[in-house]
């Protein structure tokens, strides 16, 4: 039998110390529900330690990574206070295994949501819109995982950055998003390449947690997901994504 605890002591002990570890399909692939179960367990480890709960991401959201990844639903983590860095910093590679930045659209929320619900009642949730940055870093050797592998691992999720809040109301399905290393643009995309619409990002969400026993709470960040390929961070790199409408959101990559 699947011993879920000593797989969330695992993924949660090689977030903590950036440590690379085999992936769990190399001998048994978890199913999706043992691998939801391990990162549920791996995120109290984490409470226990002091962080807090502070929104979820979503992942996957674009058909591109689904077929790469073999899968035709989403998937989802948990953020939490510590994943935060604030705009502008300058981030330690130190804290990570082998990340990678993807531009992304933030939803803030202003009351609950959980179940099944519209686009229209998903967005009379949302308190404010922000240009975002995700920080992923898959724990897995060479980043490589299959979906029972990553789920566990928190969908990847270890980092975010979020710019300004700009009004709840502003237009988010076709915006123009540009991903720029050191002023250099590297990845073009739009908005719609999530979901074909992020606001089908956030009821997803709603529906996911839901079937977690949880919600989404006034308060959370909702991490919509990438809206092109990531990109693999190395020192030195000051990186930058601007978001039409929304403006910049931006940090710089340390040792
Ligand atoms: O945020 C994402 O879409 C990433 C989900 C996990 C897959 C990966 O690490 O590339
Ligand atoms: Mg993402």
């Known amino acids: 039998m699947t011993d879920i605890s000593a797989?969330?002591?695992?993924?949660d002990r090689a977030a903590m110390t950036a440590t690379e570890i085999?992936?769990?399909?190399?001998?048994?692939?978890?199913?999706?529900?043992?691998?939801?179960?391990?990162?549920?367990?791996?995120?109290?480890r984490r409470y226990a330690r002091g962080e807090k709960r502070v929104g979820i991401?979503?992942?996957l959201t674009s058909r591109a990574k689904m077929v790469q990844v073999g899968v035709s639903d989403v998937?989802?983590?948990?953020?939490t206070d510590a994943m935060r860095e604030e705009e502008g910093a300058t981030v330690s590679l130190s804290k990570y295994v082998h990340p990678r930045v993807e531009p992304e659209i933030a939803f803030l929320m202003k009351k609950p949501l959980s179940g099944k619900v519209s686009a229209l009642e998903a967005m009379e949730a949302v308190a404010a819109i922000a240009p975002?940055?995700?920080?992923i870093d898959s724990r897995y050797k060479a980043f490589k995982f299959d979906i029972g592998d990553v789920i566990a691992d928190n969908s990847s999720s270890s980092g975010f950055v979020i710019g300004q809040w700009s009004d709840a109301s502003t237009d988010?399905?076709?915006?123009?998003?540009v991903l720029a290393i050191n002023g250099e643009a590297r990845e073009i995309g739009s908005s719609a390449a999530i979901l074909g619409h992020p606001v089908r990002s956030l009821v997803a969400a709603a529906r996911m947690v839901a079937a977690a026993g949880e919600e989404l709470k006034a308060g959370d960040i909702v991490l919509a997901g990438g809206a092109t390929a990531a990109i693999p961070m190395v020192?030195?790199?000051?990186?930058?994504?601007e978001v039409e409408r929304l403006g910049t959101v931006a940090f710089n990559v340390g040792e």
């Open 7 to 11: 797989i969330a002591e695992i993924v």
């Open 22 to 44: 085999p992936q769990f399909s190399d001998t048994e692939a978890l199913s999706m529900d043992e691998a939801y179960a391990a990162q549920a367990l791996s995120l109290q």
């Open 57 to 59: 991401k979503m992942g």
């Open 75 to 79: 998937i989802w983590g948990r953020l």
């Open 132 to 135: 975002a940055l995700e920080i």
């Open 172 to 177: 988010i399905a076709n915006l123009g998003m």
């Open 235 to 241: 020192a030195g790199q000051a990186v930058t994504l």
